[in-house]
Every structure is written in structure tokens, then in C-alpha cells.
């Protein structure tokens, strides 16, 4: 590579880490290497952009960094870095074709009247889309659509004399506005009939956004009242283009009518059958699914019944040993109560022969009593009666009989003493 490279690059990355490598390889592997890399770090706030850049190093690339400013003030910034007379403005999540340097330095080296090259472009990522592929690069054509892609090949000093991309257009339409400059200023460009650049499709890309809802519309009226000669000097063109235009969009929904009416009508109506049969099918699976649904949750609530099942039956096993255990306590209890019982019965049988003892006694006694009694009775009249005869025999000891009778009262004695 000499000193002063034949190509700067300038490569603007906003929170596109994840795609720049791709971007920087698409320019290393050009066929023609005379170029210089710039990478423009646009205020990326995303982390993981922000650590690929703080160091990033490949072969002849270096790194800017500044606060945000968008697309076209990132652009400037970087071109006002670079030193090529050929200025290549690449976005970070897109791709060049590897001979596109070669065949587009050609041309600007081969007529100097040219001031700068584009291409065909072909689409990949997010939904590959039909080849973009215009054929014209000078008005009025350039008035109606914009057929130069942003990645052209263009000479610094055509993009200093138009005075480089308009900062205040952040939301697109950039490049746009920078062609139609340098065609008004009789700069002329070229298309290459290939593709040699692969543009990215992204849900939340620039082009993308911009034509959604009311953007593009704005984008297209600021264009007319920035270059309001150009659009007055091509009207009727544009106006014929644009009627042009939407006769055959017309005609397009006619044939497609058409198209409709004698071919995917019926295609459509199978498919409609079909997916009525689907349809039904659907919401049999879904009933099923909806049966298994409430199978699974009734199989969840069985599930939830056996567990405290098992916990009461835990809790009843539990009961149950408690009972066991009562038990053999109760039965130990009876065995003792049973014991003391037999204990008690001898107890009884033992009072009992007591009590018939002391009843046999008592009775005995009493017998012994009423003898007694009888003897005491008998003594008390046998008392009497010694009284008696001790009075009489007081009597007698005085009488003379006594004295009489004294040989008879011996008789009587020893009568006594043997009787």
C-alpha cells in the first residue's frame, strides 16, 4: 500500500459491533488493495460495541471515536479523517463484493468526467428480497427514486464541492439528497450492471424504519424544497413517470385479478378447504389438549389426595403403633389387674375361711354364752337356794333339830362330794 492510498473507506458503526468484522473483511478481501480503513464509532452506547472498538485492530484500519451525530455526521467525520481521492462510505453491517474496488476504480481512472460509480445491490439477513437493480443515474429518474446505493465509489472532490451529506437529515435520505447535489452541479455517475454490494436487511435497520407511516413522505417533500429548481425543470416528467407508475400498478392488480379469477381461485379455494379441514382438525387437537389439560389437573388433585392419603394413613400407622403400644400397656395392666384380681380372690377365700372361722367361733362362743348364761342362771339360783339354806341352816344351827339331824347332813355330803 503507498503512502497516500487510492481508496478510504470509511466505515460508520452505531451499536453494529456483532457486524463489523464482516463489513472491515468484505474491504481486505478486495482484488484491489490500495485503500485505507476508517472506522467511525458514532457514540455507540451498546457494551459490546463499545469493548470491540476501545481496541479494535485489524490491517490497515484504524479507529475515531465521537459523540453521536448520526449517520451523515458520523460519514463526514470520517471522510474529513481520510486522505484517498476515492471516498467509499460503508455502513457496518454490510458487505462489498470483492471485485468492486477493482472494476469501479477503473472507471473513475478511465473518464475523469465521471465523478461517481454504483451498482447492483442484492439483499440478505433478515428476508431476502429481489435483486435492486437501476439502470439510471441522471434525472429525471434520479428525481424519483433514488438508484445510486450510499456505498457508491465517489471522488473527494465531488463530495467537497457539493458540500458532503446534510447533517440534519438523521433519519435517512442522505445519500439521496448528495446525488441529486452533484447531478445539479452537471457532476455525472455511473451504474454498474452487477451486483457488487450486499446490503443487510434488519427489523430495526435505517431504510426500514424510514419508510414507515409518514417518514419517507417528509424525507421526499424536505428533498423537493431543497432542490426546488431541479424538481420544477423535470415535473411533467416526474408527473408522467409517477401516472406512469400507477397505470401499471393498476394493471398489475387487473392481471393479478385475472391471475385470481381463473387460476388461484381455485388454488385458494383448496387451500381454504384445506384449511378449514386443518381448522378442524386444530380444534380437535385442541379440545384433546384441553381434555389432557384437565386430565393432568384432575391427575394433579388425585395426586395431591393420594399424598395426604399417605399422610393420614402415616398418621394413622403412627396411631395404630401408639395403639399397639397402648395396648400391650392396657393388656400388661389387666394381666396385673388379673394377678391382683387372683390375689384378691385367694384374699377372699382366705377371709372367707376367716370369717366362717370366726363365725364357727362366734357361733361356739355364743353356745359357750347361752351355757354360761345358763350356768350363771343356775348358779344364781343355786346361790338362792344356798341362801336359803344357809338362812335355814342359821336356823337350824339354833334349833335343836339341826342337832338332831346332824348324822343325816353327813350322809348327805358325802352324796354330794360323789355326784
Known amino acids: 500500500m503507498s ?27 478486495q482484488s484491489f488493495q490500495d485503500f485505507e480503513i476508517l472506522v467511525v464509532d458514532d457514540g455507540s452506547t451498546e457494551e459490546e460495541t463499545r469493548r470491540l472498538l476501545a481496541d479494535y485492530r485489524r490491517p490497515r484500519t484504524r479507529v475515531i471515536h465521537i459523540e453521536n451525530r448520526g449517520l451523515p455526521g458520523a460519514r463526514n467525520a470520517g471522510i474529513r479523517q481520510t486522505t484517498g481521492p476515492y471516498v467509499c462510505a460503508l455502513d457496518a453491517d454490510d458487505r462489498l463484493e470483492r471485485t468492486y474496488f477493482e472494476k469501479a476504480v477503473a472507471v473513475l481512472d478511465r473518464d475523469p468526467s465521471v465523478a461517481f460509480v454504483s451498482h447492483w445491490l442484492r439483499t440478505f439477513g433478515d428476508g431476502d428480497g429481489p435483486d435492486w437493480t437501476p439502470t439510471s443515474a441522471d434525472f429525471p429518474e434520479l428525481l424519483d427514486r433514488n438508484t445510486i446505493n450510499g456505498a457508491a465509489l465517489v471522488r473527494r472532490d465531488a463530495l467537497l464541492t457539493t458540500g458532503l451529506f446534510d ?79 400507477r397505470a401499471n400498478v393498476l394493471r398489475e392488480a387487473h392481471d393479478l385479478e385475472l391471475d385470481y379469477e381463473s387460476a388461484l381461485r381455485p388454488e385458494i379455494e383448496r387451500l381454504r378447504g384445506g384449511l378449514r379441514v ?15 389439560a384437565e386430565l393432568e389437573r384432575r391427575a394433579h388433585e388425585v395426586t395431591e389426595r393420594d399424598g395426604r392419603l399417605e399422610d393420614q394413613g402415616r398418621r394413622l400407622a403412627e396411631q395404630g403403633v401408639e395403639l399397639d403400644r397402648l395396648g400391650h400397656a392396657v393388656l400388661d395392666r389387666d394381666g396385673r389387674l388379673e394377678d391382683q384380681g387372683r390375689r384378691l380372690a385367694e384374699q377372699d377365700a382366705v377371709l372367707d375361711r376367716l370369717g366362717h372361722a370366726v363365725l364357727d367361733r362366734d357361733g361356739r362362743l355364743e353356745d359357750q354364752g347361752r351355757r354360761l348364761a345358763e350356768q350363771d342362771a343356775q348358779l344364781r339360783q343355786d346361790r338362792e337356794v344356798i341362801a336359803g339354806l344357809r338362812s335355814e341352816i342359821r336356823a337350824l344351827h339354833s334349833s335343836l333339830s339341826w342337832r338332831l339331824t346332824g348324822p343325816l347332813r353327813a350322809l348327805y355330803a358325802w352324796f354330794l362330794e360323789r355326784g
Not at 470509511?10 to 478481501?29: I, K, P, Q, W
Not at 386443518?278 to 389432557?292: A, I, N
Open 3 to 29: 503512502d497516500s492510498p487510492r481508496v478510504s473507506v470509511v466505515v460508520t458503526c452505531y451499536n453494529l459491533g456483532r457486524y463489523l468484522d464482516e463489513a472491515v473483511d468484505s474491504v481486505l478481501a
Open 278 to 292: 386443518s381448522t378442524s382438525r386444530l380444534e380437535r387437537v385442541q379440545r384433546q389438549r384441553e381434555q389432557e
Open 167 to 245: 447533517e440534519t437529515m438523521r433519519h435517512g435520505c442522505e445519500d439521496w439528497d448528495l446525488w441529486i447535489g452533484m447531478v445539479e452541479r452537471g457532476l455525472r455517475g455511473v451504474i454498474l450492471p452487477e451486483v457488487l454490494f450486499f446490503y443487510r436487511r434488519r427489523p430495526d435497520s435505517m431504510s426500514r424504519i424510514m419508510m414507515e407511516g409518514e417518514t419517507h413522505v417528509g424525507l421526499y417533500r424536505y428533498l423537493i424544497e431543497k432542490h426546488p429548481t431541479s424538481f420544477e425543470r423535470h415535473l411533467v416528467d416526474l408527473l408522467v413517470r409517477r401516472e406512469s407508475d
